[in-house]
């Protein structure tokens, strides 16, 4: 008698256990960003280089657990930055929207502070401050990059949709409108000089 025909199979319970000092696992791997990985990222790509040539820097760490990527399922993990700058403007992630434009997500910040760096297509940002114990919710249509301002690792938990997907490459191309940057020893965001002009004309 029983009909429950629309359900796909479901998987097994899964406990990951992260570490909240540092955010990483020892269950799973996770994925490492370096100053080599992110040609571009930052806005003085030359002084980027330059410190590569010195020291090939982690910058941030993050996880992908395999979840399969359909609608039922919610993805999750712990993003990982690591204190630092290049050329006054502080360690962040590449950024990205979601492939599934209309798709939010949640991040919980365990440790650190900076901020989350939001931005939707027309180009309207915002700056969430990011705490140990603040939630941001990220609303579908906001690319978002997370920045370390603090003197310590920024830790983050994150959940969202398993199919939502990443675009990197617009943000490749266009970067963010604001450049968070230190001023006087505190964060400050400025207009990003390539913003704008390069849409289009990067590949
Ligand atoms: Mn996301």
Redesign the pocket.
Known sequence: MSTATACPPLLAPLLIRFDPTTGLSPDRPALQRRLSDLAGVFVDETARQARQAINDDLVYEFHDLGLPERSEEIAFGTSIVRAGQVAGEYFMTKG?F?TILGTA?VYYCLQGEGFLLLEDQAGHWSAQPLRPGSAVY?PGGQA?RSINTGAKTLITF?A?RAD?G?DYGTIARNGFRMLCVERDGQPEFIPNPRWGSARGNRD
């Open positions: 990205h979601h997500e990220v978002h994150y969202f939502a990443h």
